[in-house]
């Protein structure tokens, strides 16, 4: 059987540890570590707001909570995306 198009995508992101230092992502059969000191919008947020991520066009990580949006650009590539204005 073959089918006419492509299913949606389940693979939601989790996050599988939070520590003082900050948090694991995983998506895609990838894990990212988010560090307090390199996206300090964490830092003081609780844990509930940090694990509702969701999935925007399969490459687009939004915490709705906390109005934070990174996409995996960012994670992959921080050196290229500094969040000090130089």
Do not use: C, Q, R
């Amino acid at each position: 059987m073959k089918l006419l198009k492509n299913g949606k995508n389940i693979s939601k992101p989790e996050i599988t540890n939070i520590s003082e230092h900050g948090f694991w992502i995983f998506l895609k059969e990838k894990e990212y570590f988010v560090s307090f000191n390199e996206y300090p919008w964490f830092k003081d947020a609780n844990v509930s707001s940090i694990i509702d991520v969701e999935i925007i066009h399969n490459h687009h990580l939004y915490w709705p909570k906390l109005d934070v949006d990174l996409s995996t650009e960012i994670l992959d590539n921080p050196e290229k995306y500094p969040l000090t204005y130089k």
